[in-house]
């Protein structure tokens, strides 16, 4: 970013593709079913680990991810445009009242303990699965410095604190909240997502385009 004016425009649009990406008020339903009968001691550790878990693998991607690029020879642009796919598919199962796409993975046939539980499958896939991590690598490719990219982790920190509150609330959450209002919520959700998804690709290739000789 070049000025302040760009990064007041440029956080809120990280705070809102975290939040779309983790759907925190769409994934309390999803806890909640998981983490059954548990008691609240039980439910809080789990919610704790899951966070600090997705928190962790969308950290090392922000910081270590171009050096990873570069061990597997990927550019940002094409990570770009497949995370742009990846995260449309997402929104877009979303938009149709589906469980996400890349979420949908081990989380029925989960028969871990509650700690195992915390780190797979609700750490990752459920919060920081690829189109969380795309969404990450983009948001850092677009903010192109180190204070940036520190500022990117601390906002997804945000987000995971919000799905932290939430998941620890769930079973209060629940009593009160309608379902078809957790379903409108989620579509909205799933809107943002396929917004950001289409933005995603229009700067993989703008940067494909850039690369090439003139």
Known sequence: M??????VLFLPTVFLGFFAMLNPIGNTPVFLTMIGEADTVTLKRVAFRAVVTAFTIIAVFSLFGHLIFRLFNITLPAFQIAGGIIVFFIGY???????????????????????????SPIGIPLLSGPGTISTAMNFVGQGNSFINTILIILVFGIVCAITYLLFILSKNIADKLRPALIKAISRIMGLILAVIAVQMLINGIFNVIKEFPH
């Open 2 to 7: 070049n000025s302040m004016t760009d990064l």
């Open 93 to 119: 199962d979303l938009l149709q009242g589906k469980p996400a796409g890349a979420h949908k993975s081990k989380i029925k046939d989960s028969a871990a303990v509650y700690n195992d539980m915390a780190i």
